[in-house]
């Protein structure tokens, strides 16, 4: 529009610009005559000579019209809109036929949805979990000793056990119960913890008789052995249920009664957290109660004590694995009133439990001062007439070794803990149990252990 009004005013505009001292004398000039804007009167300005000749005009002229009635159509457009809807379909169908081939590239993917549970909100860290032998339970960042850890007067450490806040915490009952519960849901405390029952419903007089975490970095390590036949097994169950050979799980809990049946349950069906109520893992009869429980990786001796003074050594792999709860099968012919006392998993010949007799006698119940005679005997003798009357307290420690434990895990010396009778036995023993199996050292001099030696052969032949 600028240059049209330039064209027709050419001569007036150009005695302006020629009368003009400078260039912005002769745009106010331009747009006080012209009544133009200052972008308007710089586009005249800055317009070279050769666009004055008539062509170049009547371009600029033609290109002005075609812009006005363009503008008139958008305008009637705008305010009609059926015919915008029109328009809208007309380019559509132009489209459909511009590009009528078949889709080249293929459009889809998976339906990713983002799915949460439960353990993705846990913080991952490694703690230990302490189980004390009256219930109470608590969890802690690391400890120096086992004798520094604070429970409650009369009560102390049964269980020590080193696993991440993810898995799971199981605890065993003298009633054939499961109870399972998070390690992040046990109270972290450096105190007494919390006792059991306020997690889940015991019965009158029920305690704790075992304990197992399913972290497999603290479980012991799994040793593949020879199935024993089963014609060699006496007292086979006529109603519990067997897995087969090849369902045979890696990590398995061994149960044994006090008038000793003794089982094996995979350890990986308590792994999940139970009701209140707990799982049932060993069906007892009458007053029968569970003596001990105890993971194996298979491989292990099971050594036991009646309390008539008799001695008996397995090895694991005799009792069966069953798909369930179960009675179990004999462990131990009991004669009379006589029930199981002690009973330990040890991974080594050499590894046991120490005795006390009502004669005053201390002796090591081991695999190899007692050889495996098989499942179901009676067992040999320790002592002529004697009574098993005490047993010193062993504390379970279940841990990896400490090449194996993570980073985020605090470093600590290997564990040492003392057992109810060291103050009136003094430093008689050291501890006791790692890798999920009994070790017990006594100091003792050359001419005791003779003596004991003989007096077992003694009673051995009587």
């Given at each position: ?67 006005r009635a363009e503008a008139e159509q958008l305008e009637a457009l705008l305010a009609d809109a059926p015919g915008r809807w029109k328009l809208v379909r007309s380019e559509l169908s132009n489209l459909s036929k511009r590009f009528a081939d078949g889709r080249r590239t293929t459009l889809g993917g998976p339906d990713i949805k ?40 009369g009560d102390s450490v049964g269980w020590s056990m080193w696993a991440s806040t993810r898995k799971s915490l199981i605890l065993f009952t003298d009633r054939g119960k499961a109870y399972t519960m998070r390690v992040d849901s046990v109270n972290a405390t450096t105190g007494y913890g919390e006792p059991v029952q306020a997690r ?20 012991p390590p799994c040793v593949e052995c020879v199935s024993i036949p089963k014609n060699q097994l006496p007292f086979e169950p006529e109603s519990d249920e067997e897995l087969d050979a090849s369902e045979k799980p890696s990590h398995c809990l061994l149960a044994m009664s006090k008038r000793g049946m003794v089982l094996r349950l ?197």
């Amino acid at each position: 529009v600028a240059l049209v009004r330039f064209f027709v005013a050419i001569v007036v505009a150009l005695a302006f610009i020629r009368a003009s001292s400078v260039r912005a004398v002769a745009g106010m000039r331009l747009r006080v005559r012209l009544v133009l804007v200052v972008l308007q009167s710089n586009a005249i300005l800055d317009t070279r000579l050769y666009r004055l000749a008539q062509l170049e005009i009547e371009e600029i002229r033609a290109d002005l019209a075609s812009k006005r009635a363009e503008a008139e159509q958008l305008e009637a457009l705008l305010a009609d809109a059926p015919g915008r809807w029109k328009l809208v379909r007309s380019e559509l169908s132009n489209l459909s036929k511009r590009f009528a081939d078949g889709r080249r590239t293929t459009l889809g993917g998976p339906d990713i949805k983002a799915q949460y549970s439960a353990e993705d909100f846990i913080i991952d860290e490694d703690v230990y979990v302490i189980v004390s032998r009256d219930g109470w339970l608590k969890r802690q960042r690391s400890y120096t000793d086992l004798a520094a850890i604070r429970v409650r007067e009369g009560d102390s450490v049964g269980w020590s056990m080193w696993a991440s806040t993810r898995k799971s915490l199981i605890l065993f009952t003298d009633r054939g119960k499961a109870y399972t519960m998070r390690v992040d849901s046990v109270n972290a405390t450096t105190g007494y913890g919390e006792p059991v029952q306020a997690r889940f419903e015991f019965e009158d007089g029920e305690r704790i008789v075992g304990a197992a975490v399913s972290d497999e970095r603290s479980l012991p390590p799994c040793v593949e052995c020879v199935s024993i036949p089963k014609n060699q097994l006496p007292f086979e169950p006529e109603s519990d249920e067997e897995l087969d050979a090849s369902e045979k799980p890696s990590h398995c809990l061994l149960a044994m009664s006090k008038r000793g049946m003794v089982l094996r349950l995979p350890l990986q069906a308590f792994e999940a957290p139970s009701t209140v109520n707990g799982r049932t893992y060993m069906r007892l009869t009458g007053d029968d109660r569970v003596l001990s429980v105890f993971v194996s990786g298979g491989g292990e001796y099971v050594c036991l004590a009646t309390e008539n003074a008799r001695a008996l050594c397995f090895v694991v792999e005799e009792v069966p694995v069953l798909k369930s709860a179960g009675r179990g099968v004999r462990a131990v012919q009991l004669e009379g009133k006589d029930v199981v006392h002690t009973l330990c998993l040890a991974r080594d010949a050499s590894d046991g439990f120490e005795v006390n007799t009502q004669r005053g006698r201390n002796v090591m119940v081991t695999a190899r001062r007692y050889p495996p005679i098989g499942r179901g005997g009676k067992g040999k003798v320790i002592e002529p007439r004697g009574k098993v009357v005490k047993v010193s307290t062993k504390v379970v420690v279940l841990e990896p070794p400490a090449a194996e434990k993570s980073e985020k895990s605090d470093a600590r010396p290997a564990p040492q803990a003392t057992t109810h009778d060291e103050e009136e036995r003094g430093d008689e023993l050291e501890l006791p149990f790692a890798l999920g199996r009994f070790v017990a050292v006594k100091r003792q001099s050359s001419a005791d252990s003779d003596a004991d030696s003989d007096a077992d052969r003694e009673s051995q032949d009587e």
